[in-house]
């Protein structure tokens, strides 16, 4: 960062830097620009219903009236089923792709590929695909398990394509140091390699939650479309963004609502990646100071 | 790391079947319903209300379509479907049960000047033979032709009332559900779609720049779907198998009755006569 | 070396985790030629390509795909021209132009984005830009629409990607061109670029997908007429806008042909990616 940082204050201004600048500064404007009009747009609607009681009341008149409790917690449910799955799977997938793997040819260039492949299947598609094999195939019915489930297949490039592209950028040099000093392919992974790719993992989680919540395809046809509060995993629970896509295309008069929801959704969404990117700062530091 | 995805819905699995076991000890009885998205809102408050007066019975209501509704009864992945049409040739093979009608209405931009709309000016219009607003007494301006993606009941609906098919019509916008009808033309002052009376009228009330056109001498409105005056409507049904079981059977006599029409009413499809 | 237990099981167990992700997409696949199949055998392949027109619904259907085939390529391509430019600003913005404090905010708009449903963005498309749009060249719901929300959409992935890859290169870098005395520009363009070619080249894979893949928004703002644009401001149907705009009510080969739309999407995925993959030299 302090190199970075170096041409951050300003060092070496040239007419190039400053032509940079500008296409730089552009670019910032007009995301920030059209970011902002986006969320205004859901602010300025969403913000006239959101109440206490909208995030603890239960579902009524089809989500026109009443509030978004069981939704919100079938929502957490089904990310977390999501994220078990997903990460566990997905880290163990990265580290044998950009540690073990020859991706030119044979099973390591299967996977790297279907992987990139995976990445462009519709939601839909595996709307349909989750139905057929958790749904009906394996029998969990509509649930939150075969949601959460539907939604791993879905995250898992996304997460594994960025995790691999962190642990790749881990310097040779930590690998062979690992070496020298005697350490076992174990203790070099989590001891060094998982610590030092943290940010490009981090990015990869950051991606798959949001991915995850945003998603709505492919949980109509897996987690479901009921409202009442979730007993079990293996009972339907309908996610926050099916619950926006309902009410905002299929019930006439549930845009203030739809929009409230959205903005729930965008709240936990923050509260989330806040609480990764603060937990893994913490956790960053005190690997480094090993 | 091995194997740890198994692990975990493998324990996922016994965990929720200890929590099973350990619940409360009644049997509950579960019906699943899936099908058309038009229907299953009205289909989840219904069976809200039916959960509240039986208890020990839950309906699960799913979305996803017609022919999913169709295509899960048939193969018993679901007890009952909600199909947003009426039956076609061949299909005998399920029991229909109407449950709701439905109004079409032809909506224009609150801005745009015309009132009425005949429907040989409708039907020119979805041929493309009149393509101003000019000639069918507006402001002069192209028109923007609303129409629904194939399949769509709403579709068949409307071009069997007109006499087209379904090559027949130009359009320059296709689009899905009614609210996305009602926005697309709010947005567009040259456009004319079709959509949902009820869902039309609604938006109108609530300050969305959408006007119902008279068809003719028809006005459009949910009580004129209820007298049988206004011509383009649609039945929405529940479809079952051949024997439907003890649930089933009083699930859907439950939708038929005056006890639900209220429902019926608040989600602004208009309930049968009876 | 001395492998311990732990190391004689890791090898087998991360190899078998790969093996189940890319299984899913074996799976995936063959799920959708079982459900495409009837329509092939019914229909032929080659009809999907060469018939008149879509018009999958009765007796005499029709099942053209090519018109959605290069509406999908052209939203897809679109969104990439213009949200690259604006991610790679972005995230070079973040590492060599703000401060710390300025850098985070940013990162967490644009995580915010990432989690935005689609259905939020064809909303805002549908009641916003699509109005707008019109003003400029009636229907307004078109190509271009269609373009300038996918690459709102898939801006997120495209700057975290370049982001991490940015902040993945060594510190001696940047002393070295520093020492060198090279200007902030020349340090972008030759270090910092060709540094991080693989964190880019991975961000764009996956964008690609998305756009490709993009399902509710697109349906949204698109308007969903199947042609085969002549400008930007031409109406469009995509691949996936076809599948979820029909399956709701598609029965026996209609439905299997939504399910062929699905299959060549994916084989215009793979397409793409054997394409890339001899374009940008795999990392070794």
Redesign the interface.
């Known amino acids: 960062?302090?190199?970075?940082n170096?041409?951050?204050s300003g060092?070496?201004?040239?007419r190039?830097?400053v032509?940079?600048?500008g296409?730089?500064?552009?670019?910032?404007a007009?995301?920030?620009g059209?970011?902002g009009?986006?969320?205004y747009?859901?602010l300025s609607h969403g913000l006239g219903p959101l109440s206490m009681t909208f995030l603890t009341a239960e579902v009524e008149?089809?989500?026109r009236a009443g509030g978004i409790a069981p939704i919100l917690l079938s929502t957490l449910l089904i990310l977390t089923?999501c994220l078990?799955?997903a990460v566990?799977?997905?880290?163990?997938?990265a580290?044998?792709?950009s540690e073990?793997?020859d991706?030119?040819r044979g099973?390591g260039?299967?996977?790297?590929?279907?992987?990139?492949?995976?990445?462009?299947?519709?939601?839909?598609?595996?709307g349909?695909?989750g139905n057929?094999?958790f749904c009906?195939y394996l029998g969990l019915g509509?649930s939150i398990?075969s949601g959460g489930?539907t939604l791993a297949?879905m995250v898992?490039?996304?997460f594994?394509?960025?995790a691999?592209?962190?642990l790749?950028?881990?310097?040779q040099s930590y690998r062979l140091s690992a070496?020298a000093l005697?350490f076992?392919?174990?203790?070099t992974?989590f001891s060094i390699l998982l610590p030092a790719a943290l940010?490009?993992i981090l990015?990869g989680l950051?991606?798959g939650?949001?991915?995850a919540?945003?998603?709505?395809?492919a949980l109509?046809?897996t987690s479901?479309?009921?409202?009442?509060t979730p007993?079990?995993?293996?009972d339907?629970g309908r996610s926050?963004?099916i619950h926006?896509?309902?009410l905002?295309?299929?019930?006439?008069?549930?845009e203030a609502n739809?929009y409230a929801s959205?903005l729930v959704?965008?709240a936990l969404?923050?509260v989330i990646?806040?609480t990764a990117s603060w937990a893994s700062a913490r956790f960053g530091l005190v690997r480094r100071a090993i | 790391m091995r194997a740890t995805p198994i692990a975990i819905v493998a324990a996922l699995l016994l965990t929720l079947g200890a929590c099973n076991a350990s619940g409360p000890g009644h049997k509950t009885e579960t019906l699943v319903v899936t099908g058309s998205s038009t229907v299953a809102p009205l289909v989840s408050d219904i069976a809200r209300r039916f959960e509240g007066e039986n208890p020990g019975v839950r309906i699960d209501v799913q979305t996803g379509g017609s022919s999913r509704g169709l295509s899960d009864v048939r193969r018993g992945l679901a007890s009952i479907g909600m199909v947003s049409r009426s039956p076609k040739d061949g299909e005998d093979d399920l029991q229909w049960t109407a449950i709701a009608k439905d109004g079409l209405a032809l909506i224009v931009h609150a801005d745009n000047p015309v009132e009425a709309l005949s429907a040989d000016q409708v039907e020119a219009i979805y041929r493309g033979r009149v393509e101003d607003w000019g000639l069918v007494g507006g402001q002069p301006a192209p028109i923007t032709v609303v129409n629904k993606a194939e399949g769509r009941s709403t579709l068949e609906v409307f071009l069997s009332h007109f006499g087209l098919g379904s090559r027949d019509v130009r359009s320059s916008v296709v689009i899905g559900d009614n609210q996305q009808g009602l926005k697309t033309v709010a947005g567009n002052p040259d456009a004319i779609g079709y959509v949902s009376i009820g869902a039309a009228e609604l938006e109108a009330e609530l300050g969305t720049p959408v006007k119902l056109l008279r068809l003719g001498d028809a006005v459009p409105s949910t009580d004129a779907v209820r007298s049988g005056s206004y011509p383009i409507a649609r039945t929405l049904h529940l479809v079952s198998g051949e024997s439907p079981s003890g649930l089933a059977t009083t699930f859907l006599d439950y939708c038929r009755s005056p006890d639900v029409a209220d429902l019926i009413e608040g989600q602004y499809f208009v309930p049968l006569a009876g | 070396m001395f492998p311990s237990r732990g190391d004689r099981l890791l090898l087998p167990g991360l190899r078998t985790a790969a093996l189940l992700t890319g299984g899913v997409v074996v799976l995936l696949l063959a799920f959708l030629i079982v459900e495409a199949w009837p329509g092939l055998r019914a229909v032929g392949l080659t009809r999907f390509f060469t018939d008149p027109s879509w018009h999958p619904a009765g007796e005499e259907g029709t099942f053209n795909l090519a018109p959605m085939l290069v509406g999908t390529l052209a939203a897809a391509a679109g969104a990439l021209a213009f949200s690259s430019p604006l991610a790679l600003g972005s995230a070079l913005f973040c590492h060599y132009f703000a401060g710390q404090a300025q850098a985070t905010l940013y990162r967490r708009l644009i995580e915010v984005l990432a989690g935005v449903p689609s259905v939020v963005y064809g909303f805002w498309g549908l009641v916003v830009l699509v109005p707008l749009i019109r003003r400029l060249e009636p229907p307004g719901a078109s190509l271009f629409a269609g373009i300038l929300v996918l690459t709102i959409m898939i801006l997120p992935t495209l700057m975290l990607s370049a982001d991490a890859a940015f902040a993945a290169i060594p510190e001696d870098y940047f002393k070295a061109a520093a020492a060198l005395g090279l200007s902030r520009p020349a340090v972008i363009a030759h270090v910092v670029l060709p540094a991080s070619r693989g964190g880019l080249a991975t961000g764009l894979m996956l964008s690609t997908g998305r756009a490709v893949g993009e399902t509710m928004a697109v349906l949204m703002v698109c308007g969903n007429v199947v042609q085969t644009p002549d400008s930007l401001f031409d109406p469009i149907r995509t691949l996936t806008a076809n599948i979820a705009l029909e399956m709701a009510y598609a029965l026996g080969d209609h439905r299997a042909a939504l399910f062929v739309s699905g299959l060549v999407l994916m084989g215009l995925v793979i397409a793409l990616v054997l394409a890339a993959a001899t374009v940008v030299r795999e990392p070794a």
Request: overall charge negative; some cysteine.
């Open positions: 960062m302090n190199g970075a170096l041409y951050a060092f070496g201004r040239t190039g830097d032509l940079l600048s296409a730089v500064y552009a670019a910032v007009a995301v920030v059209l970011s009009w986006l969320l747009d859901l008149a089809s989500g089923v078990l799955s566990p799977l997905g880290l163990a997938s580290i044998w792709l073990y793997a991706l030119s099973l260039r299967a996977v790297h590929h279907s992987l990139d492949v995976l990445a462009g299947v519709p939601s839909i598609v595996f349909l695909f057929a094999f009906v509509f398990l489930l297949c898992l490039p996304i594994i394509r960025e691999e592209e962190g790749r950028a881990v310097p070496a005697g076992s392919q174990t203790r992974l940010p490009g990015v950051v991606l939650v949001g991915r919540l945003a998603e709505t395809a109509i046809f479901g479309y009921v409202t009442r007993e079990s995993l293996l339907s926050l963004s926006i896509y309902d905002s295309m299929n019930v006439p008069g549930g739809a959205a959704l965008v969404l923050v990646n806040t």
